[in-house]
């Protein structure tokens, strides 16, 4: 958040599909981060499944963070932090990049002209009604409660009847899937947080 808050919101973070970034469990693989992300309107991209290259900047950093802060290792946590922030202080303000033309990080950054501003309210109103997903990733409609989550726990969501007992919801402006109220099942459809590389 302190960097949200110091530098602006992006308009997406591209990332692996491991944890914190995806969860395995979660409703197309989001979890508490990509859903917080989302909130803030932020766009989730995904990597292909083994296909490191699809981050190759990301990926180039972490091997050179690596050869050239973590070997040796610092002989402390206090010592390995001062690695960490010499490598930063170099790789971002002296060391000239190819991919940059050669020049340096800090030369060519700006930051966000997205400002944060903490969580906006959720709205649904093209929606029939909205629901709250209990801390145990279930929503209640007509006393039957019906299984969505956990990683939206907290979240309003919209629902709309589109068909007698068939009920589409929404998360933002995502499109989860149908309720079928009789079945209290919900039918995922496509998934709207698909890789968009």
């Known amino acids: 958040m302190r960097l949200f808050k110091e530098r602006g919101l992006p308009g ?15 409703l197309y693989n989001l979890s508490k981060l990509s859903v917080w992300w989302l909130r803030l309107g932020i766009g989730i991209e995904r990597i292909k499944p083994g296909h490191p290259q699809q981050n190759g900047r990301h ?5 050179t963070l690596k050869k050239e802060a ?9 010592q390995q ?18 991919a940059l ?18 969580l ?20 209640c409609m007509y ?9 939206l726990a907290g979240q309003k969501l919209g629902i709309k009847e589109v068909d007698e007992g068939i009920w589409l919801i929404s998360f933002m402006s995502y499109d989860l899937g149908y309720i079928d109220l009789e079945q209290r099942t919900l039918q995922t459809i496509d998934n709207p947080f698909g890789t968009r590389l």
Do not use: W
């Open 101 to 118: 033309t050669m020049q340096i990080p800090d030369e060519v950054y700006k930051p966000s002209p997205r400002p944060y501003r903490g």
């Open 143 to 151: 006393r039957k409660k019906i299984n969505v989550s956990t990683v």
């Open 120 to 139: 906006p309210e959720l709205d649904y109103p093209f929606h029939d009604r909205d629901a709250l997903v209990t801390a145990c990733g279930r929503i």
């Open 70 to 78: 973590t070997r040796p290792p610092g002989m402390n946590s206090l």
């Open 81 to 98: 932090q001062a690695k960490f922030d010499a490598f930063l202080k170099e790789f971002n303000e002296e060391r000239p990049h190819e």
């Open 59 to 63: 990926e180039r950093m972490h091997l």
């Open 12 to 26: 997406a973070i591209r990332t692996d599909n491991g944890l914190p970034f995806a969860s395995p469990n979660g």
